[in-house]
C-alpha cells in the first residue's frame, strides 16, 4: 500500500518513508545487510522531498543506532525528529532505546512511557515497554505490562515468549515452561525457548532434546534465530555455541542484540573475553 501511495503520488514523501520503515523493521524476512540499504534508499527520497520530515529522521536515526551502532549520532537525529513533532510516538520509543542501552534507566523509562502516553494502543510500544524492563530487571513490572499488551492483543507471540522469559528470571520454571509449550507448534521459536527453559530449570536432558528437535527442522532459519539458539545454548551452559551465536547475529545486525548490554539472560558470559569484545564492537563497552 506504500507504494501504490508513491505511484498514485510521487511527490509524497511520507509513503517514502512508510516504505523505509517496512524494510528498517526488517517486516519482509531479509537480512540486515540487504533490507538496511534498501531503507536508506528510500529515507533519501522522502527527506529529498521534505527535509523536516520527523518520521523520516526517525527511522534515520533508528537505522544509525540500532543497527549501526553509532550511539551518539542515533540519539543526536532522534532528538532533532522529536524537536520538528514532538508528538509522534515511535521517536520518543527509540530515543528511549538508546538512552536505556548506554545506561540511563530511568531516564530511558520515561521517553517510552511518552510514547506510551501519545499511542496508548500501540501493540508494539506496549511490547517495548515491558522489555525494557525485562532489561532493567524489573520483571514484575515487565509480568505486568506484558498482561497489559495481551490484553490488546491476546495472539501476541512476542508478548508471549517474552512473558516466559521473564517469568524465568524469577525462578517460575513450571510457569514459563506452560507459557512456551502452549506457543504456537509452526513457531520456530518454540522449541528454542523450551530449550532454554529446561536447561535453566536444570532438565539438561529435555532441553537437548528440544534443541536438537529445533536444529533438525529448521533448514533456513531466520536471522533472528540465531539469538533464540544462543538462549538454547546459554540453558545448557554451552557459552562458546552460545557466543558464537551471538557473534553472528552481531554479524547480521539483528535487532534483538541491542539489548545485549543490559539481558540479565548472558550475565553467565558476561565476563568472558569473547562477549567483552562483542560489546566493543557494538560501542557499549
Not at 66 to 80: A, I, R, T
Not at 263 to 269: A, G, H, L, T, Y
Request: glycine content about 4%; hydrophobic content about 40%.
Amino acid at each position: 500500500y506504500y507504494k501504490k501511495a508513491t505511484d498514485l503520488d510521487p511527490e509524497y514523501a511520507l509513503a517514502y518513508s512508510g516504505l523505509a520503515d517496512c524494510y528498517a523493521l526488517n517486516n519482509k524476512g531479509l537480512s540486515s545487510a540487504v533490507a538496511l540499504p534498501i531503507a536508506k534508499l528510500f529515507l533519501a527520497k522522502a527527506l529529498s522531498l521534505d527535509s523536516n520530515l520527523a518520521e523520516a529522521w526517525t527511522t534515520v536515526g533508528f537505522i544509525q543506532s540500532h543497527f549501526e551502532y553509532d550511539w551518539n549520532g542515533g540519539k543526536k537525529v532522534l532528538e532533532k525528529a522529536i524537536h520538528l513533532s514532538p508528538n509522534y510516538p515511535t521517536a520518543h520509543l527509540y530515543y528511549g532505546n538508546v538512552i536505556i542501552f548506554n545506561g540511563d534507566k530511568q531516564q530511558g523509562i520515561k521517553e517510552i512511557n511518552k510514547a506510551l502516553e501519545l499511542d496508548p494502543l500501540s501493540i508494539s510500544i506496549n511490547w517495548s515497554l515491558a522489555d525494557r524492563y525485562f532489561s532493567t530487571r524489573e520483571y514484575d513490572l515487565a509480568i505486568i505490562q506484558l498482561q497489559k499488551t495481551l490484553n490488546l492483543s491476546p495472539d501476541y507471540i512476542s508478548a508471549k515468549e517474552l512473558l516466559g522469559r521473564s517469568l524465568l528470571q524469577k525462578k517460575l520454571y513450571t510457569q514459563a515452561i506452560d507459557v512456551f509449550t502452549k506457543l504456537p507448534t509452526n513457531s520456530i521459536f518454540r522449541s528454542l525457548l523450551l530449550s532454554y527453559a529446561y536447561g535453566i530449570a536444570g532438565d539438561k536432558a529435555r532441553a537437548k532434546t528440544e534443541l536438537d528437535k529445533s536444529l533438525r527442522e529448521v533448514s533456513n532459519p531466520s536471522p533472528h534465530f540465531h539469538f533464540y539458539l544462543a538462549l538454547a545454548y546459554m540453558g545448557q551452559e554451552n557459552y562458546n555455541e552460545a557466543l558464537t551465536q551471538l557473534e553472528k547475529g552481531y554479524e547480521m545486525r539483528i535487532i534483538f542484540m541491542v539489548g545485549l548490554k543490559m539481558s540479565p539472560e548472558f550475565d553467565p558470559v558476561r565476563n568472558e573475553p569473547r562477549f567483552k569484545a562483542l560489546m566493543k564492537k557494538m560501542n557499549l563497552d
